[in-house]
């Protein structure tokens, strides 16, 4: 072998071209025999055809560990194949012309790439545009901001949020009602007229959500504290509503508890009069009057008092004042209730609707009955086996399925953050290794998509597992318009993630989709430690289909939330900059964690495109293949 005269001396020793070129071309081989193991592609979309190639290629290079040829195509300083997703063949043919050229060789094959270098990068832009909007003039990543139930009446915070840089207004149907969902959509197209600035809505389908049921209340106290110094030294007293008990509502008015009592008696309280009382702990408490509303009146309590049904108020007499009658306090609202969970504790899942209840203890302290609750979806019950794992609450508390009942299903607990957690109700439970038999499609998502394709641009699925998922939902959509929005393939389960590129080519099908990284539940269901790795996976595997993804879950989460935010918060809102939209949820603080994000995606777009990488072996395109192999194979 003789390198070109006119290449010149190498400034280091290389190694040598043609054992690298070998190489080269079984890779060649093996990304166009991958291509064609799909099969036919007649169902996918035309405009996604040369994508679905251009995926297959991708998929297939990453059947093998390639980082040997990576590091000597470096020696050469060729390219390393390394950004090579958008444009699989197109790549790999370059470096071998290069190859064969430094040889003195000829090479003409006669295989055309499917998506050349300018063309992988446009269609992804356009794809994008389709799906998302114009692309903003000052970023390339549009922001998607989940909209709270109060944007029914607010419109001042969707203007303020178009203003500093929304693009799309997100509704998670999981929560509210069509009318609120009404009422904020109307508030986003007027403040798209005032601002001037244009936002899509996107409408977020619940899903099949497995959550906590209902536990029975606990009980009917109400506990006013007043605020204390280190010392024990008052600072400020204990402020607490006297009502009517007909307006009491659901015991608190303006942040302040409320004690519901007769309209008659509290009409002849006035400022400063002094109300005695015995708390439900037998201690003698007061409250002194502070002012007398329309509404009702405002007492001070100087100390910690325990109220419940029936306590007798009897206001002290003065020197100007009769006797006057007492009073009961009205009903008190049941208090919230929760299961106190710690480690090696037994947990009960019941398949029955029934309200759940803590555990019971006797007075020596011996356990009589374990804390138990329902299940929002009980079939899920079905298709648990014993040893799998189950988490609750995002990962707060976990467990292990250990008994399978008729009636019930025992977990035993196996960890809980911070040595003790309470468990609510409606809170998230995840099962990561359990083959669930769910149709991501619920009969409330059916009836939710009649109001979501009349005035949503996108709509996302949630727990989206497999390709049977996405055809239902095409299915479902073209049977209620003929126009179909743009769909969001939501990836928030192991399942979800492992069928991704399957789900990619059954959303082909139509003209625009795109996929969500719903990082929440998904790092419950893969682990904390994994997530990492598979949100770069997720980045790797869209952009060789050229689809536009969403980074979604606690970006700017504390900035939102509490109006400050955390050094790895901005790092990680930063690295969303390689998608092409960014999710923010909603808080008190959501104009400044909007505003706050468009300066980050701002200042970096300049500095990051995506991204650059070694290829190890991926073990989601293996599988990919084996599932191809196993639905082609020719019985015997």
């Not at 203003?163 to 799309?168: F, P």
């Not at 007061?286 to 007492?299: M, N, S």
């Not at 609202?333 to 006797?362: C, H, T, W, Y």
Request: charge should be negative.
């Amino acid at each position: 072998m003789e390198i070109l005269e006119h290449s010149g001396k190498l400034p280091c020793p290389s190694p040598a071209l043609e054992e690298l070129r070998t190489a080269l071309l079984q890779i060649r081989n093996n990304i166009l025999e991958g291509e064609k193991a799909f099969g036919d592609l007649d169902q996918i979309h035309p405009r996604h055809r040369n994508s679905a190639r251009n995926l297959l290629q991708y998929l297939a290079l990453r059947k093998r560990d390639i980082r040997p040829v990576q590091y000597q195509l470096t020696d050469w300083g060729l390219s390393s194949l390394g950004r090579s997703e958008r444009k699989v063949q197109a790549t790999v043919d370059t470096v071998l012309h290069l190859i064969h050229a430094l040889e003195g060789l000829d090479w003409n094959p006669e295989e055309a790439p499917p998506v050349c270098f300018e063309e992988g990068r446009r269609l992804l832009e356009d794809n994008s545009e389709a799906l998302f909007g114009e692309k903003p003039e000052s970023r390339r990543a549009r922001i998607m901001v989940t909209m709270p139930s109060a944007a029914a009446n607010n419109y001042r915070l969707i203007h303020d949020l178009l203003e500093n840089g929304m693009n799309i207004a997100r509704v998670n149907c999981a929560h509210d009602d069509p009318d609120v969902w009404l009422r904020i959509i109307e508030n986003v197209r007027r403040a798209e007229k005032s601002t001037g600035r244009p936002c899509l809505i996107h409408m977020d389908l619940g899903g099949p959500k497995l959550r906590t049921g209902e536990i029975l209340p606990g009980n009917a106290v109400l506990k006013v504290s007043p605020a204390r110094n280190e010392f024990g030294e008052l600072t400020r007293p204990a402020v607490v509503w006297l009502v009517p008990e007909e307006n009491a509502g659901a015991g608190e008015w303006a942040g302040k508890p409320v004690l519901p009592v007769p309209e008659k008696w509290l009409s002849n309280l006035e400022t400063g009069d002094v109300i005695r009382f015995q708390d439900a702990r037998k201690s003698s408490r007061k409250i002194r009057i502070t002012a007398v509303l329309p509404e009702g009146c405002i007492g001070a309590l100087r100390k910690t008092a325990y109220f419940v049904p029936g306590i007798s108020l009897k206001p002290a007499a003065g020197n100007h004042r009769k006797k006057r009658p007492a009073a009961s306090v009205g009903k008190i609202p049941q208090k919230e209730n929760f299961l106190l969970l710690e480690a090696e504790n037994q947990l009960i899942l019941k398949r029955n609707q029934e309200p759940g209840s803590p555990a019971v203890f006797d007075e020596s302290g011996q356990l009589v009955s374990p804390a138990c609750i329902g299940v929002s979806l009980p079939e899920v019950l079905n298709d648990v086996e014993i040893g799998e794992p189950i988490w609750f609450d995002d990962g707060k508390i976990g467990g292990i399925i250990e008994e399978i009942r008729e009636e019930e299903v025992a977990v035993r607990i196996t960890y809980a953050l911070n040595g003790g957690v309470k468990l609510r109700k409606e809170k998230g439970i995840n099962l990561p290794d359990t083959n669930l038999r769910l149709s991501a499609l619920t009969e409330q998502d059916l009836e939710d998509l009649k109001f979501a394709v009349l005035h949503a641009d996108t709509i996302g699925m949630s727990f989206a597992n497999g390709p049977e998922d996405v055809h239902q939902l095409i299915h479902e959509l073209r049977k209620l318009t003929g126009t179909l929005p743009g769909i969001i393939l939501k990836i928030e389960t192991a399942r979800g993630f492992h069928h991704l590129p399957d789900m990619l080519l059954a959303a082909m099908e139509i003209p625009n989709f795109g996929v969500m990284i719903a990082r929440g539940d998904l790092a419950i269901e893969v682990g904390f430690g994994r997530l990492a790795e598979l949100q770069e996976e997720i980045l790797w595997i869209c952009e060789a289909a050229h689809v536009p993804v969403i980074w979604a879950t606690q970006v700017l989460e504390e900035l939102a939330k509490t109006g400050v935010h955390t050094r790895a918060e901005v790092t990680d809102a930063a690295m969303g900059q390689r998608a092409e939209c960014i999710m923010l949820n909603k808080g008190d603080h959501i104009v400044t964690a909007t505003r706050a994000l468009t300066d980050i995606l701002q200042r970096m777009q300049d500095h990051q495109t995506k991204k650059r990488s070694t290829h190890r072996k991926l073990r989601l395109a293996e599988r990919f293949f084996e599932r191809i192999k196993a639905n082609t194979a020719v019985p015997e």
